[in-house]
């Protein structure tokens, strides 16, 4: 990325740039567990959907951490970069790595040496429990991998390679996909079976992610870290508004399993996975350009240069809102025919999914202002109101709607729920975007 001020047209083709990979990285990636989700479906049957549940939280788990590192690291090495110091942005890059290989071997490890009590401890019980060892087996092992593997992503991608970063994620799924028809459908490996297709395809990954070192261009060098307090203590404070977003989903997705169970019945949790499967997927849209503006507003905030990050912030907000029509209205006219990929023998579920669908996926309209002003706040370093808002979007607003909407208007107040805690977010987010636009007001116009 050039230092000097980017013009308006360039900063358009620089985001996107960026962003596109980035978005269909996003998507491609939520796959995974989707595609897993279809084939375990036909070829397992509801146990083995049951057992990918019951093991969902660990994985978000590990991710959320490996996120933690990853983006907290990746914010400051293009801050760094921007600032013309490779050699200070290349030590963050291996203190991430190292820190990430030495958690990922000991979380991993722990999993593998004492599997039952990780499985029971999960929720899963007598009947789920042979599924679900066989699948967080596998999972854990290739975790090792995965976990540093997944840092390294977000750091090649921040080091100029955004394309190197799509076509590793694009080709780990095609692996994974191919084999999970061959190990599930064709050998009858079962839980087993989807689970290390799975890892062979994120070691796939990995390994095109590494090839970055191939490339002259770098920064990225491979060496032994220098540790520095300060730096590791800024990797974590900013990490930790994306550690809570990855957990964001999970909180909220057992608040409605909560309230749905109560007040409609198991029926509301098995549409209400349909929905959350959909929404995972489209969700990504909006990380995914939330990911791609990160490495052009860190290296712009590095160098000084505030008002191109702030224009890049408006841009992406921009294309948030206009992805977020398109999908709602795909969602609106087609929910049905998507929620009747995964159940195709019972029209009343999908037909409720469908309906849930209109409802919920409002509220992505205030959550990518939201991520972006978030976003915003971690280049920035604006710490207090970018853990403040991701903790709300774990436990807060929507919780508290949920237990007002439902009484006053019956299931459709469920649904609204999730709509109504995201505007408070979207709100609160603003008003903490005015108060430090405010604050920057003098050196803008001086700049």
Not at 84 to 91: L, R, V
Not at 405 to 429: D, M, R
Request: proline share 3%.
């Amino acid at each position: 990325m050039p230092k000097a001020r980017l013009k308006p047209k360039s900063i358009g083709k620089e985001f996107a740039r960026y962003a596109i990979p980035s978005v269909v990285g996003m998507v491609v990636s939520s796959l995974y567990n989707i595609v897993d989700g279809i084939f375990v479906g036909r070829g397992v049957g509801e146990a083995g959907i049951g057992a990918i549940n019951i093991v969902y939280p660990f994985i978000m788990f590990e991710i959320a951490i490996t996120m933690l590192i990853a983006i907290g690291g990746a914010n400051h090495f293009s801050s760094s970069k921007g600032r013309g110091d490779d050699k200070a942005a290349n030590n963050i890059f291996l203190q991430c790595m190292y820190m990430m290989i030495g958690i990922g071997i000991v979380l991993n490890l722990l999993v593998l040496f004492f599997t039952p009590a990780v499985c029971r401890m999960l929720g899963a019980d007598d009947v789920l429990l042979p599924y679900v060892q066989e699948y967080i087996w596998w999972i854990a092992l290739f975790g090792i991998i995965y976990m540093p593997g997944l840092v390294l992503s977000i750091f090649v991608r921040n080091d100029n390679s955004p394309r190197r970063e799509l076509v590793g994620t694009l080709t780990g799924t095609i692996v994974n996909i191919v084999l999970d028809y061959l190990f599930i459908m064709v050998f009858d490996m079962g839980m087993a079976g989807a689970a290390i297709a799975t890892g062979i395809g994120q070691t796939v990954s990995v390994l095109i992610f590494m090839s970055h070192f191939l490339w002259k261009k770098r920064t990225l060098q491979l060496a032994k870290p220098k540790w520095n307090g300060a730096d590791i203590k800024k990797i974590l404070l900013s990490g930790t508004p994306t550690f809570l977003m990855e957990f964001s989903q999970s909180a909220v997705s057992y608040s409605f399993n909560l309230v749905l169970i109560a007040r409609v019945g198991t029926i509301g949790i098995s549409y209400y996975g349909i929905v959350m499967y959909i929404c995972s997927m489209f969700n990504m849209v909006l990380i995914g350009l939330t990911q791609g503006a990160q490495p052009i507003m860190s290296f712009r905030y590095g160098s000084g240069d505030l008002k191109t990050v702030k224009a890049i912030r408006s841009l992406a907000i921009k294309t948030a809102l206009i992805c977020t029509t398109v999908i709602y209205a795909t969602l609106f006219f087609f929910g049905g025919a998507l929620a009747s990929i995964f159940v195709s023998d019972s029209p009343e579920l999908t037909g409720m999914a469908a309906e849930m669908m209109k409802y919920y996926f409002l509220a992505f309209f205030p959550i990518g202002i939201t991520l972006m002003n978030i976003l915003y706040f971690q280049v920035t370093e604006q710490g207090p109101q970018s853990i403040a808002l991701s903790f709300l979007r774990c436990i807060g607003f929507i919780q508290l709607f949920l237990l007002v909407l439902p009484s006053a208007f019956g299931t459709i107040g469920i649904y609204l729920s999730f709509l109504c805690g995201e505007l408070c977010h979207c709100l609160l987010s603003c008003y903490f975007y005015r108060k430090i636009h405010m604050r920057e007001g003098m050196a803008i116009t001086k700049d």
